[in-house]
């Protein structure tokens, strides 16, 4: 049963997400908070499973630095957050630097669960909306000899998906994404999802251009 914490700096919202839980029989909210400080805190004394955080709260200097201050206090610890914002550019930052999943404030109720389980069980999740932008914002080099498919597995390993997620957020099977990764790296004469990533960057393999 995944212990969640949920920190909105809005009243009505941690209410209602508290409710939306309050509705699935292997869930429980174990605590609230209204500041990224607050929510630290309870972090260091209660032993969540997951946090369900708003991206914009006061305190700790904002998302970025309290999921470093959170992680270092609670290692492992999945985060996912929260944003009225859409699935954009805030999303893909929140994931490179390290939250567990990213869901926008619009989305429906099960799609918010649907993260927390996902997380819960060690994975990452990333909303369909922001894979598709992800997808539409990413132009590959003319010079990659990559199938298109190759091409989304190649995007998922620069970001640190592992095999079984990137099996989960394509809806393929684990061979098959294993499959894709061998040629990857066979095709671009690489050795490891390290070289991948630094091969990508230094290629502009993968390119951001957010509309």
């Known amino acids: 049963m995944p212990r969640v914490i949920i920190a909105d700096d809005h009243a009505l919202v941690r209410e209602g997400l508290c409710k939306v839980l309050a509705a699935e029989p292997d869930m429980r909210v174990i605590g609230e908070a209204a500041d990224f400080g607050a ?109 298109p498919r190759e091409y989304d597995v190649l995007c998922l390993i620069a970001l640190g998906f592992t095999v079984k997620e990137i099996a989960a957020q394509l809806d393929l099977g684990v061979s098959t994404v294993h499959t894709h990764r061998t040629r990857i790296l066979e095709k671009l004469k690489l050795r490891s999802d390290v070289e991948l990533s630094h091969y990508a960057l230094q290629n502009h393999l993968v390119e951001w251009r957010w509309r």
Do not use: C, F
């Open 39 to 147: 929510l630290l805190a309870l972090v260091e004394a209660r032993p969540a499973d997951v946090v369900l955080s708003d991206l914009n709260m006061p305190g700790l200097g904002g998302a970025l630095k309290a999921m470093k201050q959170i992680h270092a206090a609670r290692p492992g610890l999945p985060i996912i957050i929260l944003s009225v914002m859409p699935e954009s550019q805030a999303g893909l930052d929140v994931l490179i630097a390290g939250a567990a999943g990213y869901v926008s404030k619009a989305s429906a109720a099960h799609e918010v669960v649907t993260a927390i389980r996902r997380v819960a069980l060690g994975h990452r999740y990333v909303s369909p909306a922001l894979w598709r932008r992800v997808l539409a914002g990413m132009s590959p080099s003319s010079n990659a000899p990559l199938t």
